[in-house]
Each structure stands twice: as C-alpha cells, then as structure tokens.
C-alpha cells in the first residue's frame, strides 16, 4: 500500500508493506503517483537498479533517487518494482515504459527525494514503513 501526503510546496511519499522491501517497492509506486497514476503505466521495458548507503534510512532516499534519475535520463515511467536486500546494499527491478505525455498526462516533475520526514521502521511486527518528502 502506498500513499501521497502533502507538505508545504512539495509532496510526501509513503509506503508500506509486511517487509522492509514491500514497504520500499511501495513507496515506489507512491513515487511515480506523484507524477501519473500507476495503472496507466504499463510494464513492457525493465532496468536494474543498484543502491548502497551506509543505513537504512539513506539507503531508502538513495532508491528513490536512483529511480528519478532512470525516469529522467530514460524518460521513462515504472509501475512495478521489485526491492532485494543485501546488508546495505539494494538490488532492485523497476519495470514501466516510455513516458507517453497524451496517455500518461504528467502532473509533477519530481526532482529528488529529501531527508524530510524520512522514516524507515517497522510499526509492529510484519508492518514496516518508507517515507520521505520530495522535490518537485
């Protein structure tokens, strides 16, 4: 489950999930909301996308990041994401297609994930949660 939250000019993307890596995918998926709604994104192109930090935390913004820069340099959307963990390194899948401005209609450039209202935690058992501001 993903969800949007708004803060002050810029806009706040939430995910969560049973794991660490559902409520990462999530928040993916509350990235690219920011800019189109998700289920008009087809999934016909995948790219792989590769992520380390020294924490969690940083690790969560440095994925978001990672995939605006793809959306960016392969002007691209994504709709289906799929998050491994290796310590504190992210192996990821990001599945979408090119961004179609008649069909995708974007509302928002999202210009980078920010360190505002970063969380990253498990709310109780099997309940985790992603969230961050970003730019746009």
Same mark, same amino acid.
Request: glycine share 6%; proline share 4%; charged share 25%.
């Given at each position: 489950?993903?969800?949007?939250?708004?803060?002050?000019?810029?806009?706040?993307?939430?995910?969560?999930?049973?794991?660490?890596?559902?409520?990462?995918?999530?928040?993916?998926?509350?990235?690219?909301?920011?800019?189109?709604? +998700?289920?008009? %994104? #087809?999934?016909?192109?995948?790219?792989?996308?590769?992520?380390? =930090?020294?924490?969690? &935390? /940083?690790?969560?913004?440095?994925?978001?990041?990672?995939?605006?820069?793809?959306?960016?340099?392969?002007?691209?959307?994504?709709?289906?994401?799929?998050?491994?963990?290796?310590?504190?390194?992210?192996?990821?899948?990001?599945?979408?297609? +090119?961004?179609? %401005? #008649?069909?995708?209609?974007?509302?928002?450039?999202?210009?980078? =994930?920010?360190?505002? &209202? /970063?969380?990253?935690?498990?709310?109780?058992?099997?309940?985790?949660?992603?969230?961050?501001?970003?730019?746009?």
């Amino acid at each position: 489950m993903w969800t949007l939250f708004h803060h002050e000019a810029d806009i706040g993307v939430c995910g969560t999930g049973h794991t660490r890596e559902e409520a990462f995918e999530e928040a993916a998926v509350a990235l690219t909301a920011v800019i189109t709604d +998700p289920e008009t %994104v #087809a999934c016909s192109d995948s790219v792989t996308v590769d992520c380390e =930090a020294p924490d969690p &935390e /940083l690790l969560f913004v440095d994925w978001l990041n990672a995939l605006v820069f793809e959306m960016a340099t392969r002007k691209m959307l994504f709709s289906r994401f799929h998050v491994e963990f290796d310590g504190l390194c992210l192996h990821a899948t990001a599945c979408g297609e +090119p961004v179609d %401005v #008649a069909r995708h209609q974007p509302a928002a450039e999202v210009k980078g =994930a920010t360190y505002t &209202e /970063l969380e990253l935690h498990e709310d109780e058992p099997g309940k985790w949660r992603a969230q961050c501001v970003v730019d746009v």
